[in-house]
C-alpha cells in the first residue's frame, strides 16, 4: 500500500493534534496584529475549546490505534 499500512491513522493523529494545538494557541496568544474591519479581537472561547477538545479526541484515538496495531 502507498505509504504504509497506517497511513489514515497517521493522518488523523498530525490533523487532530494540529486542531487541537492551534486552537488552544488561539486562546492562550491572540495575533499580536492590527486588526481589520470584521475582524474579532480573539477568538471565540467555547468554540476553540471546543474544536480543541474534538482534535485532542481524534488524537489520542489514532494513538491508541497506532499502538495497538
Known sequence: ??????LLPWLVLALGAAL????LLALVRP???EKEDGELE???IG???FMATIGGLAA??????LLSG
Open 60 to 65: 489520542v484515538w489514532a494513538l491508541a490505534s
Open 20 to 23: 487541537a494545538v492551534g486552537n
Open 31 to 33: 495575533p499580536q496584529r
Open 42 to 44: 480573539r477568538a471565540p
Open 1 to 6: 500500500m502507498f505509504l504504509g499500512e497506517d
Open 47 to 49: 468554540r476553540s475549546l
